[in-house]
């Protein structure tokens, strides 16, 4: 197998193997088919591309940076970068944690720049108006560069992947290289350079554990989970890849961004809560005050309550946010109006925002000695009418909470 590798990787040509290009679809077939279900790119494409652009995997630049797809820095890129020998000498190139890293950008890379929009007009099974449409709007100068992707399609009947959408796909065991292996591989990709261009790398200017050995297998990730409001989460850790979790919890990378309120080209926080089932329709909780710069979708995760839900019962229009000191409802009917008008930009302060007069709304500040019965009396309020307005799973109070204390 090493011999067959190395073969390839001195090649001028740097033509696949049938059995490294078989290894390669296995390892990544359902990466590729869940970043279909998100952005609509066949996974057949996709996976011809990788194939293509990264030698199977081994190509230099996958090697060092993990970027399957040779995507360049461009003026927005603000991660760590690797230069690389393409159409000019010494390019910038995008370094990724892992190839499912990759994958997930080359999918944003595709569905955020305009030239590339044409593409996600086409049915996703026409292969081969994708290939002649990704070289139609720049993504490659060899002009022959859509023959070779379709192909790669067709010789290794990749098409079969366009049609798996809501079908478990199992993910063949990948053994990771030894380093003496990689090195091997690497020092023999340097002498092959060194024959044909003036620009050379030394060895020790590679490092011996590439990032691609410790995203091989994720098998060993345990995930800090937590129940919110009877609903299963996780802290989000940049390093896992999205596709990882979805099979792990056994549902699609769509399926997650749904759960979660967000679209298939927003990114997910290092250290949120990502649901892995949909969430509730309200809270065991009445009400909850907004932080500053906090937003209708941070409260529908705080909360496990889903988004939708959580605008229609409170009246926001959609795109607007509440501002801080607002007082949003978490369950049953809304019955007081919002303090705030709710407008589409947040506010630093109540002070700042416009408000909408509303004298028959009383607060009361709560004062040493006082209780939640006394209150209720105070502003003859039935009790328990007094802790659902505000919120109150029990009768204890803070010196200066503020209540509501009208209906």
């Excluded at 360049?72 to 159409?87: A, P």
């Excluded at 720049?113 to 994708?130: I, K, P, V």
Aim: overall charge neutral; some cysteine.
């Amino acid at each position: 197998m090493f011999s067959a590798l190395l073969a390839l990787f001195i090649s001028a040509t740097q033509a696949q193997s049938p059995q490294a290009v078989s290894a390669y679809v296995e390892r990544y077939k359902a990466i590729a088919i869940e970043e279909m279900k998100a952005y609509g790119i066949p996974a057949s494409v996709t996976l011809a591309q990788g194939i293509h652009e990264s030698g199977c995997g081994y190509s230099k630049l996958a090697l060092n940076s993990n970027n399957h797809f040779g995507i360049k820095c461009h003026e927005e890129w603000c991660g760590q970068t690797y230069h690389h020998d393409d159409d000019q000498p010494q390019e910038c190139f995008r370094v990724y944690n892992c190839p499912e890293e990759s994958f997930r950008d080359h999918s944003e890379f595709l569905k955020t720049r305009s030239r590339y929009s044409t593409l996600f007009t086409l049915e996703r099974g026409d292969y081969r108006a994708w290939a002649r449409g990704l070289k139609a709007a720049g993504y490659a100068t060899n002009p022959k560069y859509p023959e070779i992707i379709i192909k790669l399609i067709e010789d290794y009947n990749l098409s079969q992947y366009d049609k798996l959408v809501g079908q478990t796909v199992i993910v063949a065991k990948v053994e990771p290289k030894d380093n003496a292996e990689i090195q091997m591989i690497k020092q023999s990709l340097i002498q092959s350079q060194a024959a044909t261009t003036k620009v050379s790398v030394p060895v020790s200017e590679i490092k011996t554990s590439t990032p691609v050995d410790r995203c091989l297998d994720f098998s060993k990730y345990t995930a800090e989970e937590k129940i919110i409001n009877g609903t299963k989460a996780l802290v989000y850790k940049k390093e896992v890849p999205i596709a990882f979790i979805a099979q792990k919890y056994n549902v699609t990378v769509q399926q997650l961004y749904s759960f979660n309120d967000m679209l298939p080209n927003e990114k997910f926080k290092d250290n949120e809560l990502i649901y892995v089932e949909s969430k509730k329709q309200e809270s065991q909780y009445y009400q909850y005050e907004v932080s500053d710069g906090e937003t209708m979708r941070d409260i529908s995760q705080k909360f496990g309550i889903k988004l939708s839900e959580l605008i229609i019962r409170n009246g926001i229009i959609g795109g607007c946010e509440p501002v801080a000191g607002e007082i949003i409802v978490l369950r049953g009917k809304r019955e007081f109006p919002l303090k705030f008008r709710v407008t589409g930009k947040i506010y630093p302060s109540k002070t700042s925002a416009e408000t909408t007069p509303l004298p028959d709304l009383k607060m009361h500040k709560v004062s040493t000695c006082e209780t939640l019965y006394s209150i209720s009396k105070q502003y003859n309020i039935p009790l328990d009418t007094l802790k659902r307005i505000n919120g109150l799973i029990d009768e204890d109070l803070k010196i200066g909470q503020t209540l509501i204390v009208t209906l």
